[in-house]
């Protein structure tokens, strides 16, 4: 599978409705999809990424139940998106390939398959069936914080090899200094980047999320998410008009309206906001920790449930070297911190 042709110098996907929903509870409803997917489209995105925040099966006890079952969300952003591709998040163990097969019928052009940046070995059956279903393909290797750049590439060797098209470096934790970013960018594009398009999924938990997007640009990054009003895990993604903008100013073509995407977040997406995220002291430990972005509200949660501080759950939860799909791990780390405070 070759990678697409792109028709500017970098495509912009927007995770509004895959990242934000860690910070709207996945209580995202019908209207909202529609009328995101709307405003997106006509602001020129060429990728729109809808599932759970936990991907595709994400809606579950452990990680949290949909307002609305996600397959009619995909449903209707596709109804809705005149131009853009509708993307889907896949992480193997809490989605399957019946779930991607499904997302596929219900729209979905392209799957985005999220696993450890050290477990890309678990992928390649989800990008198998992804180009059978004919659907275009990426790869995040989240937490990529977690290990060196020369590793990272091998793990995006493993993707590109299975019929990824994009291979991520994924900042979930928000916690990638610019020269530690630099140099995982220049890794992965040394080893993929004649086969593949290479992607970066910021967080601004220590506020570099558009910095490392411009630098990731500067070296031959093509795939950059963002979302709007900054809307994801931990203190947001990104904010895809902030990008619009400074990609703008330093005449990087990209496609997008920067107005239209104004008007998207502050007329579309800012209404219906329950939380802004935001650099509180909570996401910013999460940065410096190096803890999941979306481990945030379950620890919010666990804090008001054992009378512990969040932002000591989450620096437990990173000295501990938690990773996504342990977040039944926080109930277990504000236990413990609940019992080390009552003897202390």
């Not at 558009?210 to 031959?220: F, K, L, Q």
């Not at 938690?322 to 911190?337: F, K, N, P, T």
Request: hydrophobic share 45%; aromatic share 6%.
């Amino acid at each position: 599978m070759s990678r697409p042709e792109l028709a500017h110098d970098v495509r912009v996907v927007d995770t509004t409705l895959r990242d934000g929903s860690h910070a709207m509870s996945h209580q995202f409803t019908e209207t909202q999809v529609r009328d995101t997917v709307r405003a997106l489209d006509r602001a020129g995105v060429e990728v729109i990424e809808v599932t759970h925040g936990d991907g595709l099966g994400g809606s579950s006890f452990n990680y949290g139940f949909s307002h609305t079952d996600e397959m009619r969300l995909i449903a209707a952003a596709r109804e809705e998106a005149q131009q853009a591709t509708i993307a889907v998040l896949l992480v193997p163990g809490i989605g399957t390939v019946d779930d991607l097969k499904r997302a596929r019928d219900a729209g979905a052009g392209m799957v985005r398959v999220a696993t450890h940046c050290t477990e890309a070995d678990v992928s390649p059956q989800h990008f198998a069936a992804a180009r059978d279903l004919g659907m275009e393909t990426a790869g995040f290797l989240m937490m990529a914080h977690r290990t060196p750049p020369e590793d990272l590439a091998k793990q995006a060797r493993i993707m590109v090899d299975a019929g990824c098209q994009a291979p991520y470096c994924t900042d979930s934790a928000g916690a990638l200094l610019m020269h530690e970013a630099r140099a995982r960018f220049e890794a992965l594009l040394a080893e993929v980047g004649d086969e593949a398009w290479v992607g970066y999924h910021g967080h601004q938990n220590l506020s570099f999320g558009v910095a490392n997007s411009v630098i990731a640009h500067e070296v031959g990054v093509r795939y950059i998410d963002g979302s709007l009003c900054a809307l994801g895990a931990g203190s947001g993604n990104s904010p895809t008009e902030v990008l619009a903008a400074v990609f703008d100013r330093l005449g990087v073509d990209t496609g997008l309206d920067v107005m239209a995407l104004l008007h998207a977040a502050e007329d579309v997406v800012r209404p219906y906001l329950n939380r802004w995220p935001k650099m509180d002291r909570n996401a910013i430990v999460q940065g410096w920790a190096g803890v999941y972005s979306s481990f945030l509200l379950h620890a919010e949660t666990a804090a008001e449930r054992y009378k512990v501080p969040a932002h000591e759950i989450l620096k437990r939860c990173g000295e501990l070297g938690l990773v996504g799909g342990q977040e039944d791990m926080i109930i277990d780390v504000a236990i413990s911190l609940a019992a080390e405070r009552e003897n202390a």
